[in-house]
Each structure stands twice: as structure tokens, then as C-alpha cells.
T-cell receptor, first 111, second 114 residues
Framework: KQEVTQIPAALSVPEGENLVLNCSFT??????LQWFRQDPGKGLTSLLL?????REQTSGRLNASLDKSSGRSTLYIAASQPGDSATYLC??????????FGSGTRLLVRP | DVKVTQSSRYLVKRTGEKVFLECVQD?????MFWYRQDPGLGLRLIYF???????EKGDIPEGYSVSREKKERFSLILESASTNQTSMYLC?????????????FGQGTRLTVV
């Protein structure tokens, strides 16, 4: 059964730092991996999608990498800002086309 | 812009009531999903549908049913609400069963059962 783990569970950094969020999954038979952002009490906003054949995707200050063979993905946020404070979730699409989510990393960027 | 709209942001219902949570998407997506999100448990899939009138059980379907009479609308039904169904409910949709398909989520419905 596919399991997705995110480390750390919470992270607090000063504004301007570059940071890395980690996601690992147990079964490498995935179609894609998606990173989401969730603000308190709100729904999920899609940030980046990496197909299984890809190694990375970039959007603005965000860069996501995927190493399918080792079951790992990282989300790199450059020059963090207070507005980046949110919970970040990763999800893998498994062989039955379902999304399996990690528990998320709560990020606080201090001014 | 893809839009997934959930009918209510907040709901308070009594134990034993029949509860309907509605979700509508405006992008002609084939697939629709219902998740619940609880602290420490993350998002768990309740039901999903890959076509009109089609439904599949997710990981935690007990106590729930769904209806998809039209492509754009996917309803989650709590037949007899119980306090352990107090949760945040999230609806999502995606285009079709392809590896590069992106999932889009609604704003969520915070349901409290008293």
C-alpha cells in the first residue's frame, strides 16, 4: 500500500531564507507527484505537478524535484516571504489513478 | 481558470440528520473526488467518480454515499450524521485518467455534527 511521508511536520524560518520541504513515498509505481499549498481553513491550491518521467518542475520561486527510484521529492522555495506561510502537501498519483497524500509541512516565515 | 465550487463553507447539523454536500466543477472534468481532512490523519479518500452515474469507494466509504447524475456535479451524502463525521470535506476534480492530469480542489466545507 502506498504511503506518503512529509518531513518536517513544521518549519519556522526568517524571511529571505531558502528552504527545502521533503516528501517520500514507498511505492515507486506512480504516474505523477503534485505539490499543493493550503491556507488555514481553505482548500488546496495546486503548485506544481511532476510527471513520473520528469526530474523537476519550476514555477517562479518554487522548484520541485522527483527521484522516482528512491521514492523522494523535494520542494525548494527561494527567498521565502511571510506570504509563503501555509501548509504544503505532496500527493502521488498511484497506479489506480488515485491521489495519495502526505500529512503536510506547516511553514511559518517570520518577518 | 478551473473552478470547483462547494455549496457551503460551514455547516452545523444534528446527529441523525441526512446531510448533503454539493460540489460543482465548470471545466467538463471526467473525474471527481470527495476527501475528508482531519488533524493528524491528513486527507483520506471517501469516494470518487470517473463518469456520470459511476462511483467507486475510496479508503473510508462507511457512513457515506455519493451521487453523480450530471457530469459537473458530485454530491456526498451522510445518510445519518454522527459526531465522528465532524471534519473538513474537500471536493476535487481532474480531467481524465492520464498521467499528467492535475487535480483541482474546492474551498472545503467545514462540517460540525452536534
Amino acid at each position: 500500500k502506498q504511503e506518503v511521508t512529509q518531513i518536517p511536520a513544521a518549519l519556522s524560518v526568517p524571511e529571505g531564507e531558502n528552504l527545502v520541504l521533503n516528501c517520500s513515498f514507498t511505492d515507486s509505481a506512480i504516474y505523477n507527484l503534485q505539490w499543493f499549498r493550503q491556507d488555514p481553513g481553505k482548500g488546496l491550491t495546486s503548485l506544481l505537478l511532476i510527471q513520473s518521467s520528469q526530474r523537476e518542475q519550476t514555477s517562479g520561486r518554487l522548484n520541485a524535484s522527483l527521484d522516482k527510484s528512491s521514492g523522494r521529492s523535494t520542494l525548494y522555495i527561494a527567498a521565502s516571504q511571510p506570504g509563503d506561510s501555509a501548509t504544503y502537501l505532496c500527493a502521488v498519483m498511484d497506479s489506480s489513478y488515485k491521489l495519495i497524500f502526505g500529512s503536510g509541512t506547516r511553514l511559518l516565515v517570520r518577518p | 481558470d478551473v473552478k470547483v465550487t462547494q455549496s457551503s463553507r460551514y455547516l452545523v447539523k444534528r446527529t441523525g440528520e441526512k446531510v448533503f454536500l454539493e460540489c460543482v466543477q465548470d471545466m467538463d472534468h471526467e473525474n471527481m473526488f470527495w476527501y475528508r481532512q482531519d488533524p493528524g490523519l491528513g486527507l483520506r479518500l471517501i469516494y470518487f467518480s470517473y463518469d456520470v452515474k459511476m462511483k467507486e469507494k475510496g479508503d473510508i466509504p462507511e457512513g457515506y454515499s455519493v451521487s453523480r447524475e450530471k457530469k459537473e456535479r458530485f454530491s456526498l451524502i451522510l445518510e445519518s450524521a454522527s459526531t465522528n463525521q465532524t471534519s473538513m470535506y474537500l471536493c476535487a476534480s481532474s480531467l481524465e485518467w492520464l498521467p499528467n492530469t492535475e487535480a483541482f480542489f474546492g474551498q472545503g466545507t467545514r462540517l460540525t455534527v452536534v
